[in-house]
């Protein structure tokens, strides 16, 4: 183990594993009938704050969220279950692994309607990011979700210092030209 995380006890993936159900009533839903994108949001975010802090034993913040994206609505009536474990520790900062599936109770079908990864930060007691204990891995699962957060920072980190190299070089007069196929109109004081 890496011996700077060694000032904390670790803690297995189960310490803090926690199952969220809540019947998807009237008043979550849209105009559309269908359940807001927020209300699931709003329950994740819960979730994620629950495994942080069992973990970390501390309060913590929601810093990003990776992997919202909702393939299949939620209806009212349903029957929402959110699962979620710690995926990922690093020094003050942990990632949860969130998995949603919305279940029919009367037809018995069960629909998986997204994972999405919270990176959240332990503060102390001056609000000050603070040590999280290590993740004891315990199965082949907790060590491939260890090594694709991994990933997922570094291809997060890439993916933003080359948005962020473009962002500096794109100018607009320049990028007038690639709007020509968009479904856009410019206005006179543009053209
Ligand atoms: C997130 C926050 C604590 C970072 O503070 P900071 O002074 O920059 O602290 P650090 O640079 O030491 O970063 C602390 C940890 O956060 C991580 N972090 C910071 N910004 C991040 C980001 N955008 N995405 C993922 N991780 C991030 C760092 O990698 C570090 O993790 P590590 O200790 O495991 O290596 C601070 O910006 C904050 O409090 N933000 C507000 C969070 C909040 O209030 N959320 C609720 C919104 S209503």
Known sequence: MNPGLAT??????????????????????????????GTLLSLMDKVAYACAAKHAGQYCVTVSVDGVNFRQPVEVGELVSLMGSVNYVGRTSLVVGIKVIAENVK???????????????????????????????????????????????????AFSEHFDNARTRMLVADGLELLRNERVVLGNELT
């Open 107 to 157: 037809t018995g079908s069960v629909k998986h309607t997204n994972t999405s990864y919270f990176t959240m930060v332990a503060k102390d007691d001056a609000d000050q990011p603070t040590e999280v204990p290590p993740l004891l891995l315990e199965t082949t699962d907790d060590v491939r979700r260890f090594l694709e957060a991994m990933k997922r920072k570094e291809l997060r980190a």
């Open 8 to 37: 904390l006890p670790p803690k297995p993936v189960s310490h803090s594993r926690t199952t969220l159900t809540e019947l998807m009533i009237p008043a979550y839903a849209n105009f559309g009938g269908r359940v807001h994108g």
